[in-house]
């Protein structure tokens, strides 16, 4: 599905292919671009080919190549490993995943670290998330002007104090080691941007040579019985 969104956000830009997607640099409020496609080729084939005995899986060309497919799926194929090389001969380091459902966070119902929160991604050296979601639910961005840091809730921020119960100045590395500050709350009344089948984005990380904010994300509830393809590094 073609995105309609990529250029009503001041985050976000869209570009036409591979080498604007990589070289486009973020700048300003600018912390998401996308790579809008139409993509051919039955990826549900795959998926339904493909044997998922646990919530999530990892699957590499060789994985891909054994599996028996009609011409369609044979191009949906084609489609994630172009995509999978092309990222590799960028430096990245791709990840095609089968997923389930990823894995909930029940330590404490208030404050769930797991996917499903809008959170951003961080990293000690300069770095970008890629993603492109073939199959499924898509992934969601959140317009930075439209959340809250939820450690910046008073409400929230009283309920991590009482969590911790330590000593004041240790209250910050309490929450970055725990992870609570990569989360954030969406504001009342905002709707997500679903990043669409078929786009490969490249998106903000939180790191100390950054010049922007991070692209706050999250990962989708997961249809009924579909399960998603995500490529993702």
Known sequence: MMLDVCNTEKQIQSVTNFNDLINT??????????????????????????ELKSNMMVIDEEALFELQLSESGQLAR????????????????????LIKCYERDD?????????YSYHVDRSPIPVDTFLCTYH???????????????VNVPEIRNELKQLYQGEEEGFEVFLT?????????VN??????????????KISVDHPESKV????HRAPIENLGEHRLLLIC
């Not at 080691?177 to 709350?185: A, P, R």
């Not at 904010?213 to 706050?216: G, T």
């Open 25 to 50: 640099p973020f700048h300003g409020e600018l912390n998401a671009i996308c790579w809008p496609r139409e993509l051919t080729g039955d990826f549900s084939e795959i998926v339904r080919k493909l």
């Open 78 to 97: 084609e489609i994630l490993v172009n995509d999978f090389r092309l990222l590799k001969s960028y430096g990245a380091s791709p990840i095609l995943n």
């Open 107 to 115: 330590s404490d119902a208030f404050f769930p670290t797991d996917v």
């Open 136 to 150: 499924g639910a898509s992934s969601e961005i959140l317009p930075n002007s439209k959340a809250e840091q939820k």
């Open 177 to 185: 080691e725990h992870f609570f500050d990569l989360h954030y709350q």
């Open 188 to 201: 009342a009344n905002e709707k997500p941007i679903r990043m669409g089948l078929g786009n490969l984005w």
């Open 213 to 216: 904010p991070p692209c706050i």
